[in-house]
């Protein structure tokens, strides 16, 4: 399927684009866009740029190396084409940001699930070579003055084998105006990154620091692991509305961006199960032969 899917409910609506790796390129709230894209959405569609609502699959963020072994097995894509990489060759951010072929179901109107059998796509077990299966199901939902938005990530490691886990998810909410825009964070540990964004390994352990906010568009690319117990909560506060993240317990890094920018820009708070290159340190969770992992975030929007 290569038209995007409409999601709705009274108060909002949701597209997702399978052809551009189910991404969630738009979210009307009340008539108003919650969600940023980088460039036009065809334009947007034919790169390998991140923006709306992507999920950044088997890995968030960078990697160390193209060649690593976990899990009982080795992972190399150093052969793959259309790799997404940054500034410094790393692999960034997964093999599924413009991924086309999907198992699609509706929820009825407001509901979708995608689904990925592994085994079935000889290009995607290359390059990771862990069969199993995976669900992603957005809702949309109503309640009380609130727009909600929720996602669950499944693996169901269904193939014989143990399977890592080291997927995020990676909004991108619209800044209208950076005037009396902040957002508030949980109590967290930051990680001490290097230049090239990779967790340096012989750092000390920074201390916590409790919940507070922090401005918008204030040019960090910062990443924290959760230092609250159970669901942990970021809110976007703009001056028409705020843009409130529920992370789930399984999340328990998250990644924040909002570059530096004037009159109007994003801000990113990323649910990640396993921190940067987490997959080549041996630190990534693994989900056991016969298992399951299930992760959820929601996002929510009321007027401010």
């Given amino acids: 399927m290569s038209e995007p899917i409409g999601l709705s409910t009274a108060r909002s609506k949701l597209a997702i684009e399978p052809r551009g790796g189910c991404v969630a390129t738009n979210w009307l709230v009340d008539g108003t866009d919650v969600l940023a894209l980088p460039a036009p959405l065809e334009t947007f569609l034919a790169s390998a740029r991140t923006g709306g609502i992507p999920l950044l699959y088997p890995w968030a963020n960078r990697l160390r190396a193209d ?8 992972v190399d894509l150093s052969g793959v084409a259309h790799l997404k990489r940054d500034g410094n060759g790393l692999p960034m951010h997964g093999l599924l940001l413009r991924w086309r072929t999907w198992h699609l179901g509706r929820h009825g109107q407001s509901g979708l699930e995608a689904r990925i059998d592994w085994r079935e796509h000889e290009e995607l077990m290359r390059a990771w ?5 995976l669900r992603v199901l957005w809702q949309l939902r109503d309640e009380g003055d609130a727009a909600c938005l929720d996602i669950s990530t499944r693996i169901e490691a269904d193939g014989g084998c143990d399977v890592p886990a080291a997927f995020g998810w990676h909004p991108y909410i619209v800044i209208p105006s950076i005037a009396g ?3 508030s964070l949980p109590a967290r540990r930051p990680v001490t990154l290097d230049g090239r964004g990779l967790p340096e390994a012989d750092a000390a352990p920074s201390p916590n620091l409790a919940a507070g906010d922090v401005p918008c568009c204030h040019g960090d690319d910062a990443l924290f692991e959760r230092a609250d117990a159970g669901r942990g909560t970021a809110t976007v506060h703009l ?8 992370i789930g317990r399984e999340y328990p890094f998250l990644q924040l961006y909002s570059p530096a920018a004037t009159g109007s820009g994003v801000a ?3 649910p990640m199960i396993a921190a940067t290159s987490a997959l080549t340190e041996g630190h990534a969770p693994i989900v056991r032969a016969g298992a399951a992992l299930h992760a959820n975030f929601t996002l929510s929007v009321t007027t401010a």
Avoid at 239 to 246: I, L
């Fill in 181 to 183: 825009s902040r957002i």
């Fill in 129 to 133: 070579p862990f069969p199993h299966t």
């Fill in 239 to 246: 001056s028409s509305r705020h843009v409130r993240v529920d």
């Fill in 67 to 74: 060649r690593f072994e976990i899990a009982g097995r080795t």
């Fill in 268 to 270: 990113c708070v990323e």
